[in-house]
């Protein structure tokens, strides 16, 4: 199947910074990309969907400002999580979307776990 | 989105055959069930998808009976890297909700 990258895969920051992470679809081109979090034994919450050339949009709950994501080309998009709290730590998975189809043509890169201190 | 219902959790040995149902009572007609599996610190991986009747791939087979309010995936001869959280999803889209999985453990 299709390739989707992260980085970093692990990311450990001070409160009130600002982290970004990138996800690439390494061997083809994504339209449409997703933004998971993961908290512990939990499962995956999509937070938003990133639409290349176009605003990011965000499920209920999610705060925009807090959390921006850009998609300025077919096979990156970055999430960057501003001013991050330790209530931010959490494992992040991105996916992509392979053109328009079926569900099946969706690959989700490996994660990346961000610890906020 | 359907809303799907798992068991939490299921056990098994090496070499058997493991059978995880999903309920879907709300499916509607333009659904599909696709299945993911998701080892610990790692993103989801795509298992298998269909529409109805039965399907089946290198890996596992999925079974749809005919009302469709239901489906099994079954893992023919599981060993102990099987081990992981298998999540059932329902819905037209390319939008997916995660529901809670099924975390199978296969034990030697």
């Known amino acids: 199947g299709a390739v989707v990258s992260q980085h970093p895969s692990r990311v450990i920051c001070k409160s009130g910074t600002s982290v970004k992470i990138e996800c690439r679809s390494l061997?083809?081109?994504?339209?449409?990309m997703f933004w998971y979090r993961q908290f512990p034994k939990k499962s995956l919450m999509l937070m938003a969907t990133?639409?290349?050339?176009?605003?990011?949009?965000?499920e209920q709950g999610v705060e925009k400002d807090k959390f921006l994501i850009n998609h300025a080309s077919l096979t990156l998009s970055t999430l960057t999580v501003t001013s991050a709290h330790p209530e931010d730590s959490s494992f992040y998975i991105c996916?992509?979307?392979?053109?328009?189809?079926?569900?099946?043509?969706?690959?989700f890169g490996p994660g990346t776990r961000l610890t906020v201190l | 989105l359907a809303k799907t219902t798992q068991p939490i959790s299921m056990d098994s040995y090496e070499g058997q055959e493991v059978n995880i149902t999903c309920s879907h009572n709300n499916i509607a007609t333009n659904d599909y069930i696709t299945w993911y599996q998701q080892f610990p610190s790692q993103g989801p991986r795509f298992i298998i998808q269909g529409y109805k009747t039965k399907v089946t791939n290198e890996v596992a087979s999925l079974f749809i009976p005919a009302d469709r309010k239901s489906s099994t995936l079954s893992l023919p001869r599981v060993s102990l890297s099987d081990t992981a959280v298998y999540y059932c999803l329902v819905g037209d889209d390319y939008k997916l909700s995660f529901g809670a999985g099924t975390t199978v453990t296969v034990r030697a």
């Open positions: 061997d083809f081109q994504a339209t449409t």
């Open positions: 996916s992509a979307r392979l053109g328009a189809g079926s569900i099946d043509e969706q690959f």
């Open positions: 990133s639409n290349e050339g176009s605003k990011a949009t965000y």
